[in-house]
């Protein structure tokens, strides 16, 4: 099999705008793209993240195995790598998210490495689409439904006790 430059459009579905793509560059050396966010009690880090394949397994005896890899805080949630999605393919859009439970940084990592060769045009990409934080419905109502649940209480005592009817003696 020779290996071909595909154009390099994203086969993966876009969601929007492409949030971060580090290519892999210099052979086997992860090109990798951080972030560090803070979340409060309840919030969540959501996102998607994918692989594009820009290179072949294999050929005349050579592996060239491009890989990409997602972590938060060091543990891996996403890897993919050219053997898993075949020549020239794309992973799906896998989604990721975290829940803090009392708050805290949370770091994501995205990397990308082309395995075999240090060809630019045959290096592949790990793809960072709608990363978002997202908090927690809150269980406490706002001040107006504390008002109006107040006045329907009200409104059904004021009607339990106008049915009434006097006992005589």
Not at 123 to 138: G, H, M, N, R
Not at 145 to 159: E, Q
């Amino acid at each position: 099999m020779s290996r071909t430059c595909l154009p390099r459009s994203y086969r993966c579905c876009s969601k929007g705008s492409i949030g971060g793509v580090p290519t892999g560059g210099a052979q086997d050396v992860f090109t990798t793209l951080s972030q560090t966010f803070v979340l409060t009690a309840g919030q969540t880090l959501k996102g998607v993240v994918g692989f594009r394949a820009n290179d072949v397994y294999q050929d005349s005896g050579t592996i060239y195995n491009d890989s990409a890899y997602l972590t938060i805080n060091g543990d891996t949630v996403f890897s993919s790598d050219v053997l898993t999605v075949g020549d020239f393919q794309s992973s799906p859009w896998t989604p990721f998210s975290i829940t803090s439970l009392t708050g805290g940084t949370f770091t994501l990592e995205l990397g990308s490495a082309n395995h075999g060769d240090g060809e630019p045009s045959f290096s592949s990409s790990a793809v960072l689409d709608a990363v978002e934080i997202t908090s927690a419905a809150s269980g406490t109502p706002e001040p107006a439904a504390w008002a109006l649940m107040l006045t329907g209480f009200g409104a059904v005592g004021l009607s339990v006790r106008r049915r009434r009817t006097p006992a005589f003696a």
